[in-house]
């Protein structure tokens, strides 16, 4: 069965650090991926998909095939990246997502 | 757009009651998807619904659930004589009728079920 792991249930960074969030995905062909985030109070929200190769609001995430993993990644947290994080993959042809646990990012100013 | 409506957002159930969980799509949205987060737990897919039709129910417990989404009004998830392992946060999520894996999904804001 296809599965996403986050190893880190909570991370937490001073203002200005790198970030780093973990996932690993278990594929053995091409995945769909997703990084999803949920800020206080608000609604999960899509963040980035590897399919797009693009940068929000300074994160970018990479797909590395042969490591299964798809790491997100910012050179500078800011206070306002605080929120809870999911890694997640589209299975099969109907696309519904399988996520990770999620992981805990804290910003400390 | 409203965006994804979801409605109760807290919903306290006793022991074998029914609880029913309803969830509005995004407007021009013809796709629904059904999650489940248990304390500490990730999102888990339940059931995938078109208008009228279940397309994929692979992660629905096999009793006491159900989820239909009729040609009029809101999709509703069903859980009848509820248990204390039924609580959790529910979460819908809508996407495009044109189906891609990479159609984003837009999530509710969750129906919280504590059953008592």
């Known amino acids: 069965a296809q599965r996403v792991t986050q190893p880190e249930k909570l991370l937490s960074v001073f203002k200005g650090a790198p970030v780093e969030l973990k996932c690993n995905y278990s594929?053995?062909?091409?995945?769909?991926l997703f990084w999803y985030v949920q800020y206080s109070r608000q609604r999960l929200q899509l963040l980035l998909r590897?399919?797009s190769r693009e940068s929000i609001k300074g994160f970018t995430a990479d797909l590395n095939k042969g490591e299964t993993s798809f790491h997100l990644k910012k050179p500078f947290a800011q206070e306002e990246d605080s929120a809870m994080y999911y890694c997640?993959?589209?299975?099969?042809?109907?696309?519904?997502?399988?996520f990770g646990q999620g992981t805990t990012l804290q910003v400390k100013p | 757009n409203a965006g994804v409506m979801q409605n109760p957002r807290h919903l306290v159930r006793r022991r074998g009651q029914e609880a029913r969980l309803r969830c509005s799509p995004m407007?021009?949205?013809?796709?629904v998807y059904w999650y489940r987060q248990l304390p500490e737990e990730g999102l888990k897919f339940m059931v995938y619904l078109q208008k009228e039709n279940i397309i994929d129910e692979s992660g629905m417990p096999k009793e006491r659930f159900s989820a239909e989404f009729p040609k009029e009004g809101p999709s509703i998830l069903r859980i009848q004589q509820v248990v204390r392992g039924d609580s959790a946060a529910y979460f819908c999520a809508s996407s495009p009728p044109v189906r891609s894996s990479y159609n984003e999904q837009f999530f509710g804001p969750g129906t919280r079920l504590t059953v008592l």
């Open positions: 590897h399919i």
């Open positions: 594929y053995s062909g091409s995945p769909e």
């Open positions: 997640a993959q589209a299975s099969g042809n109907t696309g519904k997502l399988i």
């Open positions: 407007k021009g949205h013809s796709h």
